[in-house]
């Protein structure tokens, strides 16, 4: 799943729960889970992977400015966390490319790659989810009053 994706679902947690901790656990156990339904991937290559990675991961920290500014103030701080806690198991890739490493334990490395269920040519569900998970983080956070829960 692309990295905004995962943002995206953890900005709708983090708009649910209202409570950064439980945003952040929960937005941990929301990468894994949509890691292994059918997403977009086997990229074949390191520059064909970092054609779609750079600008994912780009488009990626935008969201989270964007659902950070919009969020409202008491929910701020678990819309943060529940998006962090979304993203976190993807570091592994950056920190490969750039450490040659994870920063991650090997079995988490072995049960996150296990989980994937990727194929090329599913740009379309990763485009579903895109709006799925935006519109709905947009419909939490903008359809509440500013301020007060």
């Known amino acids: 799943m692309l990295v905004t994706n995962h943002v995206l679902s953890g900005a709708v947690i983090g708009a649910i729960t209202r409570r950064p901790g439980s945003a952040f656990v929960l937005g941990v156990a929301s990468h894994f889970v949509l890691d292994a339904m059918p997403h977009w991937g086997k990229w074949g290559t390191r520059s064909r992977f970092m054609r779609v990675a750079v600008p994912d991961g780009l488009t990626g920290l935008a969201t989270i400015a964007a659902m950070t500014a919009i969020a409202p103030p008491s929910a701020r701080a678990a819309v943060l966390a529940g998006m962090a806690g979304a993203a976190l198991p993807d570091l592994d890739k950056p ?16 049960f996150h790659n296990a989980i994937q269920n ?7 569900y990763e485009a579903g989810a895109a709006v799925l998970f935006g519109l709905t983080a947009l419909a939490l956070l903008r359809g509440r009053p500013r301020g007060r829960c």
Do not use: C, N
């Not at 920190?95 to 072995?110: L, M, Q, T, W």
């Not at 990727?118 to 379309?124: D, F, I, L, T, W």
């Open 95 to 110: 920190s490969h490319i750039y450490f040659g490493r994870s920063p991650f334990p090997p079995a988490v490395d072995r």
């Open 118 to 124: 990727e194929a090329p040519g599913r740009a379309h």
